[in-house]
């Protein structure tokens, strides 16, 4: 009895998959499993393989938000779809205040790269405690050192980009 269960079990597993599949057209860049439409269309038969498709999202305001982005645009163009229309004074006013608080953040950032310098000695710090005891506490220490001089020239770098992103600075008349 468990042997013919087992059997019957076995082949309906086998069986499963070759029943599940369809067959499956490819029409251009379109795939369907429906055979009328395939003939219809002319469209050739895939073999071998699954195919999974995947739905993608298209662009909103087609090819004239590109043309107008490059050639100047307007802020709307660029701002997210629902968002409020800023009026250009209101803009430069924002712009301005955006410009001041990363040009602040890109001091101190600064500030801090050159104190990380002068205590990272050129990979050579001066030993602290128990480092003169234990050598691999200094050796982590100066690569926790070497790593955080990374980051902060990262981060001036990356404040850098985003103050090159905004529109230059107006000089006043």
């Not at 059997?7 to 029943?19: D, H, N, R, V």
């Not at 057209?25 to 071998?48: D, F, L, P, S, V």
């Not at 890109?106 to 005891?133: F, I, M, T, W």
């Amino acid at each position: 009895m468990k042997t013919a269960s087992l059997i019957f079990l076995a082949g309906s597993l086998i069986a499963l998959p070759a029943l599940s599949q369809e067959r499956v057209w490819r029409c251009g860049n379109e795939y369907t499993n429906n055979a009328t439409i395939a003939q219809q269309k002319g469209c050739k038969i895939m073999e071998g393989g699954n195919v999974t498709v995947v739905q993608g999202t298209r662009a909103s305001g087609g090819g004239s938000a590109s043309s107008s982005s490059s050639s100047g645009g307007s802020s709307a163009a660029r701002s997210p779809a629902g968002s409020p229309r800023v009026e250009g004074v209101d803009q430069r006013a924002r712009d301005g205040e955006a410009r001041s608080v990363l040009e602040a953040e890109l001091k101190k950032a600064e500030a801090r790269q050159a104190e990380l310098q002068k205590e990272y000695n050129n990979g050579e710090p001066e030993k602290q405690g128990s480092e003169g005891r234990n050598y691999q506490k200094y050796l982590d220490r100066v690569a926790e050192m070497k790593a955080e001089l990374a980051r902060n020239e990262s981060d001036i770098a990356g404040i850098r980009r985003e103050i090159a992103r905004l529109p230059a600075k107006q000089q006043p008349q």
